[in-house]
C-alpha cells in the first residue's frame, strides 16, 4: 500500500467521529452494540487499547450516543453469527416518503447494501436480539472502564 492509500481509510473515520460532535445539523443518532469480546481483543498495545476504551466510554457520554456491551455470558447469539453490520435509518427531511432503512456490511473483499423488506426484517430481529441480550449504558461504561484499567495496568 502507499502512503495516500492508508491515509485514505484514517481520514474517512476521521470524518465519521467528527459527525458526532457536530453542532449543526444536529448530529445524528448512534446507538452502538459491541461484544465483549472485541474488548478484550488487544490491539496495538495495553497503551493504545487502553486509549481506545476511554474514548469509547467518553463518546458513549455524548446525549445523543448510546454505546452497550452484549457480554460473553450471552453465549453464541445471533448478532455473533451475523457478524458485524450498520442499519441505517434516515430522517424523513423534507421529504414525504422517507428515504428506506438500509443494512451496510462490510466484508474483506467489499460492502453489501441490503435493502428488501424480509432482509431489513432479519437484522432488525437480529438488533432486537441484541438489545435484550445487552448491558445497560451504565453497566456497559463500567465494563469498558474496568478492561481499560485491566489492559493498562496489566
Known sequence: MTDDERERPVEVRLQR??????RLPPPPRFDVMLSE???????????????????LVEMGRLPHVSI?????????????VAGA???L????GNRVEPEPSVVYS???TGALYLDRKEELAAYERIWASLDS??????????????????VHHG
Open 68 to 80: 452497550r456491551v452484549v457480554p460473553l455470558a450471552a453465549g453464541l447469539h445471533f448478532g455473533a
Open 37 to 55: 469480546a472485541v474488548l478484550l481483543r488487544v490491539v496495538g498495545g495495553p497503551a493504545t487499547m487502553a486509549e481506545q476504551l476511554r474514548h
Open 89 to 92: 435509518d434516515f430522517p424523513p
Open 17 to 22: 467521529q467528527a459527525l458526532l460532535r457536530r
Open 133 to 150: 441480550l445487552a448491558l445497560d449504558e451504565g453497566q456497559s461504561r463500567r465494563l469498558i472502564t474496568k478492561i481499560s484499567e485491566e
Open 85 to 87: 453490520f450498520v442499519l
Open 106 to 108: 462490510e466484508s474483506l
